[in-house]
């Protein structure tokens, strides 16, 4: 049976995130049919026990993913990526400042510095210095690493299309569509009661994720202001951001908005039980994992119109421009005045369950191997 290794950013565990989540139930998916797989954080692992890697978020860490393929070619092993990506600085102006910022570097800097690295002519604890400076020669390295890949699994035919005008990639064969999933037999609808300080809580407005600038939480506590609704954030401040983003939540809070932090899968299953509508404005998502988690549960779901959402969506979700406040409270209050209804959960049971990504993710390992031998 196939032996993979999989491997995402240095600092998933420290940093959930939806890609983290996605590699872990992918992983433990495959699992279950058979294949062997570990998890590697490293950049430069042994793979000879290994048939091949898979890699996870491509522009989060570019310049990580660029050594891994290195480190992989060099072992003569093939790589599938899952590039869960979409270009921020298309859509909101300050995502784009620092890719503006790193564009300004000659050509190949990031590629140089990798390299260099790769080749361990950096002492170690120079390595993340030079992350954080050079950390855009951004188009150039991202499409570097989809050359070296042998397939490229995006979450949706819209990522695909994005990433192939992005880079201009020559070699477009390589591309096979992964939907997202969610475990459909966690049971979100007969989940306990759900409790905030002691006292149950129903019919609330619930948006789950990191506290980050690109989930946008602050335009949603703007919108939700003087509604009387309702409103609690779950999710731990994000560690990147640098204007303190949770704190701007924070001040710009009401006594109607609840900050709580991570849970367990069971009491973020009775959140999402207990919530009218879920609500997540991002500036992109590709599709969230949480809508998808939120939905079957039975959860009228508000989601922002960017990125890969209404591929998955489609027309069971409220959309919502996520730069204007406007627009945010629009959908959630005509998603609040709605009925429930099974739909969305039918339509996600049919379509987006794990075991259907990993079978899928599964045929592209086989034929990669087979074009390999």
């Given at each position: 049976m196939i032996k993979v290794l999989m491997q995402n950013r240095m600092n998933m565990f420290e940093r959930p995130g939806g890609d983290g989540t996605q590699l872990l139930k992918t992983k433990?998916?495959?699992e279950k049919m058979g294949v062997t797989v570990d998890l590697s954080l490293d950049l430069r692992p042994d793979l000879?026990?290994?048939?091949?890697?898979?890699?996870?978020?491509?522009?989060?860490?570019?310049?990580?993913?660029?050594?891994?393929?290195?480190?992989?070619?060099?072992?003569?092993?093939p790589v599938v990526m899952s590039p869960i990506y979409w270009r921020v600085s298309e859509i909101s102006p300050c995502h784009g400042l620092a890719e503006k910022i790193n564009r300004s570097l000659p050509n190949g800097t990031l590629r140089r510095i990798s390299s260099l690295i790769y080749n361990q002519e950096f002492e170690r604890n120079k390595i993340d210095l030079a992350f954080r400076c050079f950390r855009l020669?951004?188009?150039?390295?991202?499409?570097?690493?989809?050359?070296?890949?042998?397939?490229?699994?995006?979450?949706?035919?819209a990522e695909e299309e994005k990433i192939k005008k992005d880079f201009e990639l020559k070699n477009?064969?390589?591309?096979?569509?992964?939907?997202?999933?969610?475990?459909?037999?966690t049971n979100y609808v007969k989940s306990g009661c759900f409790t905030v300080l002691g006292k149950p809580m129903r019919d609330f407005v619930l948006c789950v994720g990191r506290i980050d600038d690109r989930k946008n939480q602050l335009a949603l506590i703007k919108a939700l202001k003087g509604t009387?609704?309702?409103?609690?954030?779950?999710?731990?401040?994000?560690t990147k951001s640098k204007l303190n983003y949770y704190n701007l939540c924070k001040k710009e809070a009401d006594n109607d908005v609840i900050f709580m932090d991570w849970m367990n899968s069971e009491s973020l299953a009775s959140a999402y039980h207990a919530a009218k509508v879920h609500a997540l404005p991002s500036w992109y998502e590709t599709p969230g994992l949480v809508n998808l988690e939120a939905g079957l549960a039975g959860c009228n779901i508000v989601a922002t119109d960017k990125g890969s959402?209404?591929?998955?969506?489609?027309?069971?979700?409220?959309?919502?421009d996520p730069a204007k406040t406007a627009s945010i409270r629009r959908a959630?209050?005509?998603?609040?005045?709605?009925?429930?209804?099974?739909?969305?959960?039918?339509?996600?049971?049919?379509?987006?369950?794990w075991e259907q990504a990993a079978e899928k993710t599964l045929r592209v390992?086989?034929?990669v191997l087979m074009r390999n031998r």
């Open positions: 433990e998916y495959l000879k026990k290994y048939d091949l890697v898979h890699i996870f978020h491509l522009d989060a860490v570019p310049d990580e993913n660029y050594i891994r393929c290195l480190n992989a070619k060099k072992q003569g092993k020669d951004f188009t150039g390295i991202v499409k570097e690493v989809l050359e070296l890949c042998d397939a490229v699994l995006p979450n949706a035919k477009t064969s390589k591309f096979h569509v992964v939907p997202n999933g969610v475990d459909i037999h009387g609704l309702k409103l609690v954030l779950i999710g731990a401040e994000s959402t209404k591929e998955y969506l489609r027309d069971y979700a409220w959309y919502c959630v209050l005509d998603a609040f005045s709605a009925e429930k209804s099974p739909d969305l959960r039918n339509f996600i049971c049919k379509n987006f369950s390992y086989e034929r």
